[in-house]
C-alpha cells in the first residue's frame, strides 16, 4: 500500500480522475461507485441490467451498420474503376471526403447531444446513414460518388463520439473499458468483416447490391432505435424543480470527493460503507412513451460545445494523447486497406473482390483477442492497482497495458507494408494485419477508457477534439497517399509509418511519470468547464 501524506491528500482530490474506487480496510474490499447514483429512480445509473443491455444493444448495432458502411467500399473499386472508369485518385479522394465528414459532422452534431438528448441524433444519424448508402447505390458520376461519401461521412460522424457519452451516462468508472472494449469490438465487427461480407456480394450480385443491403440493415436499425433506444441524457427532477443547480452539483460533488478521499486515508477504524442512496417514493419511474420522447431539451447553451472541444484538446494531455494515438492508429488502418484494395488486385496476387475482402478477417481476429486486453483486462488491473494504492484509482493505472503496443503496432506495419513491397505471401501480410487489428482494438480500448476516466464531465466534448484530430489525419493521409507511394515507394512509406507509430505509442512512458502532475495542474480549468457544461440544465 502506497503511504501518503498531507499534501498528497489535496492532490488526490486536485486531480480529475482520482476517485475512491475500494475500500481495502475490508478483508474483501468494498467497492465504491463512482459516479455516485442519485436517490432517483430513472436515473440511469439506477437502470436495471435489462435495461442498459437492450440501450446498449442497440448501441451496439447503431455502430455496426456504421462501420459497415464506412468500410465496404474499397472491396469494389475494381468493378467501379470497370464500370465508371474512376482513377485511383478519384477513389482515394472519395475516401478522404468520407472521413472529412466524420472530422467536420462531429462539431455540428456533438453540440445538439447535449441540448437536446441522445435519443434524436441516434435517430437523425441513422436516418442520414439510410439516405447516403441509397445514394451509393445509385452512383453513377464523380459528383454522385463524392456527394455520397461525404453524405456517408456526415452520417456516421457521432459514432465515435455519442457511444462514449452513452457508456458515461449509463456506467460505473470500474466497467469503462469493458464498455469501451465492446465498442471496439462492434467497430471491428463491421470495419473488418463488413468488407469480407460485401466482397461475395459484390462478386455475386454486383457492387451496387452491397449498398441495397445496407439500406435494409439500416432501415431495420432506424426502426429500433425509434422504439426501443430511450434517452440516457439524465436531468434530476424533484417535486418540479431540478435537484441542484449546474454549479451546486459541481461543489456538491467535489466536496464530496474530497471528504471520501481524506476520510479514507485519515481513518484507519473499520466503518460501514455508505449505503447507496435509496430510491425516492415520490418520484415515480417515467412511463414507456416519457423514456421515448423525441427530444429532452434542457437550457445548457449550444456554444461552448464549439469551443471547448479545441481547449480540451490542446490544454489536456490526455485528450492530446487520446487524439494522437486513436487518430494515429486509425490513419494506419486507412492506409494499409486502401493500398490491399488497390495493389492487392494486381500480381502476384491478383486479388477478386472476394480475396481482398477476406484480408479483412485477419485484423477482425486480432481485434477479438485485443478487446479483452484493452477492455477487461484493464477494468480488472486498475482494481488490483488500486487496491494496491490504498483503494485510490489514478487513470494512469491503464496505461501500463499500452506500453506492449510500442513494438506490436510498429511490427505489425512493417510486416504488412514489407511484405507487400517484395511480394511476399499474402499469409505473412494476413499475419501482420491481424496483429494490427489487436494493436487497434487494446490501444483504442484503453486510450479510450483513460481519457474518461481523466475528463468524464467534459468528455463529449473532448471526444469531439480527438475524432476530430482522427479524421484529419486520415484526410490528409488518403488525399497524398497516391503521389506519397509514387514518390517514396511502399516500403520507404510503411518504415516512416512505423518509426511515427513507435514515437506515439511511447507516450504512455510520460504520462505514467507526469500525467497526474498534468491534471493536477488542469484540473481549476477543468472545473470552470465541468460548471460550464451543467450549469444550464435547469428544466
Not at 421 to 446: D, E, K, M, P, Q
Request: with cysteine; proline share 6%; aromatic share 14%.
Amino acid at each position: 500500500m502506497v503511504n501518503v501524506n498531507e499534501h498528497d491528500h489535496d492532490e488526490a482530490f486536485w486531480a480529475p480522475g482520482t476517485v475512491v474506487l475500494e475500500d481495502v480496510r475490508r478483508t474483501q474490499g468494498q467497492l465504491i461507485l463512482f459516479p455516485t447514483p442519485t436517490a432517483d429512480p430513472n436515473d440511469p445509473l439506477n437502470w436495471s441490467a435489462a435495461r442498459k443491455a437492450l440501450n446498449f444493444t442497440l448501441v451496439s448495432f447503431f455502430v455496426i451498420w456504421t462501420f459497415v458502411q464506412l468500410d465496404i467500399g474499397f472491396t469494389a473499386w475494381g468493378p467501379i474503376q470497370t464500370e465508371l472508369g474512376f482513377s485511383l485518385d478519384i477513389l482515394n479522394a472519395g475516401a478522404a471526403v468520407n472521413y472529412g465528414g466524420l472530422a467536420i459532422g462531429c462539431f455540428f452534431f456533438i453540440p445538439l447531444v447535449h441540448k437536446y438528448g441522445r435519443r434524436p441524433i441516434y435517430i437523425f444519424s441513422a436516418a442520414l446513414q439510410f439516405a447516403s448508402c441509397v445514394w451509393q447505390a445509385q452512383t453513377y458520376t464523380v459528383g454522385n460518388f463524392i456527394g455520397a461519401n461525404l453524405i456517408s461521412g456526415l452520417g456516421g460522424a457521432i459514432s465515435e463520439i455519442v457511444v462514449q457519452i452513452t457508456v458515461a451516462d449509463v456506467f460505473f468508472v470500474h466497467q469503462h473499458a469493458t464498455m469501451n472494449g465492446w465498442f471496439v469490438i462492434f467497430q471491428s465487427t463491421g470495419a473488418f468483416l463488413g468488407p469480407v461480407a460485401s466482397g461475395y456480394i459484390v462478386q455475386s450480385q454486383g457492387w451496387r447490391w452491397m449498398w441495397w443491403w445496407c439500406v435494409i440493415f439500416f432501415g431495420v436499425t432506424l426502426v429500433c432505435v425509434i422504439f426501443l433506444f430511450e434517452e440516457s441524457k439524465f436531468v434530476p427532477i424533484l417535486d418540479g424543480q431540478s435537484v441542484l443547480s449546474g454549479s451546486q452539483t459541481a461543489q456538491v460533488q467535489d466536496d464530496e470527493r474530497k471528504d471520501s478521499v481524506l476520510a479514507d486515508f485519515k481513518t484507519t477504524a473499520p466503518q460501514e460503507p455508505t449505503p447507496q442512496p435509496a430510491p425516492v417514493p415520490e418520484i415515480k419511474p417515467k412511463t414507456y412513451w416519457q423514456r421515448m420522447a423525441w427530444v429532452t431539451k434542457t437550457n445548457e447553451s449550444l456554444w461552448p460545445h464549439f469551443y471547448i472541444p479545441l481547449i480540451t484538446l490542446f490544454k489536456y494531455p490526455a485528450v492530446t494523447y487520446t487524439a494522437l494515438t486513436y487518430g494515429s492508429t486509425l490513419a494506419w488502418f486507412a492506409i494499409m486497406t486502401s493500398l490491399q484494395a488497390s495493389y492487392m488486385l494486381l500480381p502476384p496476387y491478383n486479388f477478386d473482390a472476394i480475396g481482398v475482402g477476406l484480408m479483412n478477417v485477419a485484423p477482425f481476429v486480432g481485434a477479438m483477442l485485443g478487446f479483452p486486453f484493452g477492455g477487461y483486462l484493464s477494468d480488472k488491473s486498475i482494481l488490483w492497482l488500486s487496491k494496491k494504492n490504498g483503494g485510490i484509482y489514478e487513470p494512469e493505472m491503464r496505461l501500463w497495458l499500452a506500453l506492449p503496443m510500442a513494438i506490436l503496432g510498429p511490427a505489425s506495419i512493417l510486416m504488412f507494408g514489407l511484405g507487400l513491397a517484395y511480394g511476399i505471401h499474402w499469409a505473412l501480410l494476413a499475419v501482420g494485419f491481424g496483429v494490427f487489428g489487436f494493436t487497434l482494438a487494446a490501444i483504442s480500448g484503453i486510450s479510450l477508457s483513460y481519457l474518461m476516466d481523466c475528463y468524464q464531465d467534459v468528455i463529449g466534448d473532448a471526444l469531439v477534439g480527438v475524432i476530430f484530430m482522427r479524421n484529419i489525419i486520415s484526410v490528409i493521409v488518403l488525399f497524398v497517399l497516391t503521389p506519397w507511394v509514387n514518390g517514396m515507394g511502399i516500403q520507404n512509406l510503411h518504415i516512416i509509418c512505423a518509426v511515427v507509430a513507435f514515437v506515439i505509442y511511447l507516450i504512455p512512458v510520460p504520462l505514467l511519470l507526469w500525467g497526474k502532475k498534468a491534471r493536477v495542474m488542469t484540473a481549476g480549468s477543468y472545473k470552470k468547464l465541468a460548471a460550464t457544461h451543467v450549469s444550464h440544465r435547469m428544466v
